[in-house]
């Protein structure tokens, strides 16, 4: 009995340490006896490119306020994020305590990944957010940048085009997580 609670246990913590944060994996799994026979897609891979203009030009925030990208001649952050993630939580508190969010030349636009307006209205209330939030509730927006991992930040530059895009899921520690934000 002893010997079948051990296994057992054995087994939920290896099922634990398999799943990450706040990512869904869509690689296959494979053994060294039984190795896939195409190549195992990468864990995450981004669909945009520094050079590329952004794919999505018009978005309804959580008001129903219309966001033209092209209307405005600033810089702009896109944060995709989700509400139940630890990485999305830890990446909003550190950008609401950064010099960030006081910039007068740079547009910051949340988009929840699976979210209604609901729930991102709640998260904002709470995160104290006081930039505008997209609900994308069957991830059609997210899909357009990347197939897994969040928090994302894509930086665009005045033109909309994309400058850099990052994955700041485990990535550093609470003082230096937004340190790789730059124009």
Known sequence: MRKMKLTHSISVLVVALSITACSH????????????PAPIEAKYQTYVEV???????QLTDIQGRQINLAQSKHKKLLILFATWCPDSQRAMK?????DLINAANIDIIGIGREETVLSLS???EEYHLPFSLVADKDKSLYRQFA???????ILLDENNKIVKT????DEAKEGELLAPIQW
Do not use: D, K, W, Y
């Open 25 to 36: 994996s869509t690689g296959q799994l494979t053994t060294a006896t039984h190795p896939a």
């Open 51 to 57: 050079g590329q203009r952004v794919p999505v030009m």
């Open 94 to 98: 550190a950008l609401v305590q950064s």
């Open 122 to 124: 709640q998260f904002a």
């Open 147 to 153: 197939n897994a991992g969040i928090p994302r930040f």
């Open 166 to 169: 990052l994955l700041l899921e």
